[in-house]
């Protein structure tokens, strides 16, 4: 790799770390936002409304890349993220919070699809692990300082930086992008497919409102949860039939007629959970059982994502070394299942080093199945669909992660406020499940109290933790169905040329 590219890989990269810098910062500084912003009610759509945004616009952002060329389009990504940052940092209350965080995952969502995109378009798949070595240099940044950043800014900087930062980060990446990544122009005339866009979004609405309020704000067998999966069904069935009549369609079917490919997707999926329970639920209990500060919260999260990080640059190079890939997706889902079912053992009474120890096991995991899961999916695409694909492994992994947000999240708070009522009584157990719980007003219940919220928070975990087990055990028996085809040794480049081209 000669040294123009190498600075533009760095700066494909460094635009997409933004993203999941921003994610790990936010895990240990929610509970002060909450404190600053009230509004506990709207806690979990500040990350579910970014993933939701996320996931719609990631096909859109993988088509227009393919369409009208994937560096103008992945510089344009981030200039829509960092917007998002600069005015999430401003709000002045959780509803504009909420809000601009979704205009935040409006260019997120052309983050990871551009970046997949074009180093799949620079690098032949059968060499792109070798960037591993520089994705291990950067990644870190965002899996291990993120946590560290997010508690250093709520205790002494102030929560809004962990917004603010991500502002130099991403002018950064501009600059190298624009001044080193060489692609000859291309582009396609055909239509966006704004009619998938629109269903797509439906869908995944109505769907996180149903993992969201189901069991929790609404009865599973009430109106609006049995309104909301309708909408969400009927929304998913036009989308497929949209998409098979679309000239340009965002989400290409003939991708899904590749085994491997579909595999890859639905693994994914499963995969972006175990990202959420690190980086939303886990800090949470660090704060509010272990009475950790915000920084060492993070801190102590750290496990999880030294593990993923490891597994991420060691798999890469593997894959490199020597073309095969299918154990790595099986092993992946049997350590996410582990990984879950080990967080059984965190309660008021576990030994700090232990419950951070614990987190090692599941980012070991989520490392397995986002490496190999990314190979397979752009080996698997022809040359002219590698936008399209780098965006639906994207897609189905941010999926994942917002479903998962709203669907452990429901778990985790049903458990919880069922604990306190069962420990407290009703009357002072949803008094106490229906304030803002953040460590300040802990302090201030009494000891009984205390202890109660500890056991509850305790047993959401666990109740989440049982959850993405099984999401976990679902993975690992779909990725024996995999084959081993070879992976390509060519970029798109040097493909022969097809009539579709």
Not at 57 to 80: F, N
Not at 147 to 155: D, K, N, Q, R, Y
Not at 333 to 347: D, N, P, S
Request: proline share 5%; net charge positive; charged share 10%.
């Amino acid at each position: 790799m000669d040294r123009s590219l190498r600075t533009g890989v760095i700066g494909v990269m460094l635009g997409m770390i933004t993203a999941p810098l921003d994610g790990m910062m936010l895990g240990p500084a929610l509970l002060t936002i909450v404190r600053d912003l009230g509004g506990l009610e709207y806690f979990s759509w500040v990350a579910t409304a970014y993933l939701i945004c996320m996931s719609a616009s990631t096909p859109i952002w993988g088509k227009l890349g393919d369409l009208y060329g994937r560096k103008a389009v992945y510089m344009a990504s981030i200039v829509v993220f960092l917007l998002g940052s600069g005015l999430s940092g401003v709000a002045q209350d959780m509803i504009q919070l909420v809000g601009f965080r979704m205009v935040q995952g409006l260019g997120a969502g052309g983050l990871m699809t551009g970046a997949l995109a074009l180093i799949g378009e620079l690098v032949p798949p059968r060499h792109s692990g070798r960037l591993m070595g520089l994705f291990g240099t950067m990644m870190p940044i965002a899996f291990i300082a993120g946590p560290l950043l997010g508690g250093l800014f709520a205790e002494h900087l102030g929560w809004r930086w962990t917004f603010f930062v991500n502002l130099p980060i991403g002018a950064v990446a501009l600059l190298l992008i624009g001044g080193a990544v060489r692609l000859e122009p291309r582009r396609i005339r055909a239509r966006i497919d704004y009619l998938g866009a629109l269903l797509l979004t439906v869908a995944l609405v109505a769907l996180s409102l149903v993992a969201s309020w189901g069991g929790t704000q609404y009865a599973w067998a009430s109106a609006p949860i049995l309104a909301l999966v309708l909408i969400g069904l009927v929304a998913l069935v036009a989308l497929v039939f949209a998409e098979r009549r679309a000239a340009e369609p965002i989400v290409p079917l003939r991708l899904f007629a590749d085994r491997n490919f579909t595999l890859a997707q639905v693994i994914r999926f499963l995969g972006g959970v175990g990202m959420v329970v690190a980086a939303t639920f886990l800090p949470q209990y660090m704060q509010l059982v272990q009475n950790a500060s915000p920084i060492a919260s993070g801190m102590l999260i750290l496990p999880s994502m030294l593990g993923m990080v490891a597994v991420l640059i060691g798999t890469g190079r593997l894959i490199s070394r020597t073309g095969r890939y299918r154990i790595y997706p099986i092993l992946g889902g049997a350590t996410v299942a582990a990984g879950m079912l080990a967080l059984l053992f965190l309660g008021p009474g576990t030994n700090l080093a232990l419950a951070s120890a614990l987190t090692l096991i599941g980012g070991m995991g989520v490392g397995l199945l986002t490496q190999s899961t990314t190979i397979i999916t752009v080996n698997s695409a022809e040359p002219r669909d590698m936008g399209a694909a780098s965006g639906s492994v994207t897609l189905w992994h941010t999926m994942g992660a917002s479903l998962g947000v709203a669907a452990l999240g429901a778990l985790y708070t049903a458990r919880l406020q069922d604990t306190l009522i069962d420990r407290l009584g009703a009357a002072t157990g949803t008094h106490i499940a229906s304030r803002q719980l953040t460590p300040d007003a802990l302090a201030q219940l009494p000891a009984s109290a205390q202890q109660a919220v500890h056991l509850a928070v305790s047993s959401g975990i666990h109740a989440m933790a049982l959850g993405a087990a099984a999401l976990g055990a679902l993975a690992f028996a779909l990725a024996w169905f995999i084959r081993e085809v070879p992976l390509r040794d060519r970029t798109p480049s040097a493909e022969p040329a097809t009539a579709a081209a």
